[in-house]
């Protein structure tokens, strides 16, 4: 077998390659084969592909006979807690999707009224803390870069505070007042959780821009795992600013979750057929639609996932801003996350 038949089908042989026992395969290197790595083989799986194809069997309505077994499947799979729901009854569900994007009872998750920032969503914190030399951690160890999360910066003329002192970092440049530190708080949503979010402040959404790209699995695990991973996959970053300065949150997709939809952004359509790596594209809601942003309060609806997922916080605060955390635990939306 030449080394170019070998190349073309070194996909199908690396998975052979791993599957097999030890050495099944290790005379295909004396021709000059070489198994991709885990991290390279995943990366090549059409995530893409895969999620819009379970989009579209999510939306597949159940016959009324099957909608019970089914959901109560997955609940007993993932432990999810009807009794929260605002409709409890399984038939009423006519897909999968419906089911995932169920509403909770309105005194199923109070807001906390004390606290300045509260948890957008249900999940685990993987991470929180001051943003450091440029980079923040997804899971503990594993960093990726705030500007290639993010992506270039927002035009302050988008923004209702003022230009911020010139900075040599990326990281200044988002600080505008002094004194100010910034922080990040990273949120995972299993499969299980309730999967829409609120927003977690009140702020005043100013710009979006949205990142095509991998729909990578970002449970903890596989965070750890892939460097960057937050950078690879599709999002939704929203910025603007708060009482105390710049606000962001992104909502990161992942593997089945190719739908990120924001309740007051009609022209969003995530997860595209076709797309440009490293591509994003703006859209700004003061140019746009008014001179004032969109004005959110804490605890409002602002939008939902298909499936888990992941939400990130990147805002500025005071040096004497507190998260009343810890890294792992369990959290729900309208509990918590910090204040001053």
Known sequence: MSRPALKLRSWPLTILYYLLPFGALKPLTRVGWRPMSRVALYKSVPTRLLSRAWGRLNQVELPTWLRKPVYSLYIWTFGVNMKEAA???????????????????????????VHSVISPSDGKILNFGQVKNCEVEQVKGVTYSLESFLGPRVSTEELHFSQAPPGNSFQQQLVT????ELYHCVIYLAPGDYHCFHSPTDWTVSHRRH??????????????????????????????DWKHGFFSLTAVGATNVGSIRIYFDQDLHTNSPSYSKGSYNDFSF??????????????????????GSTIV??????KDFKFNL???QKIRFGEALGSL
């Open 313 to 318: 916080l990147i805002f500025e605060a005071p």
């Open 326 to 328: 810890k890294a792992g």
């Open 211 to 240: 990142f095509p790209g991998s729909l990578m699995s970002v449970n903890p695990g596989v965070a750890r795992w892939i460097k960057e991973l937050f950078c690879h996959n599709e999002r939704v970053v929203l910025t603007g």
């Open 286 to 307: 003061i140019s746009n639609n008014n001179k004032e942003g969109i004005p959110m309060r804490k605890g409002e609806h602002l939008g939902e996932f298909n499936l």
């Open 177 to 180: 007042k002094e004194g100010n």
């Open 87 to 113: 409709v409890e009854d399984l038939h009423h569900y006519r897909n999968l999707s419906e089911f995932f994007r169920r509403k909770l009872k309105p005194q199923a998750r109070p807001v906390c009224g």
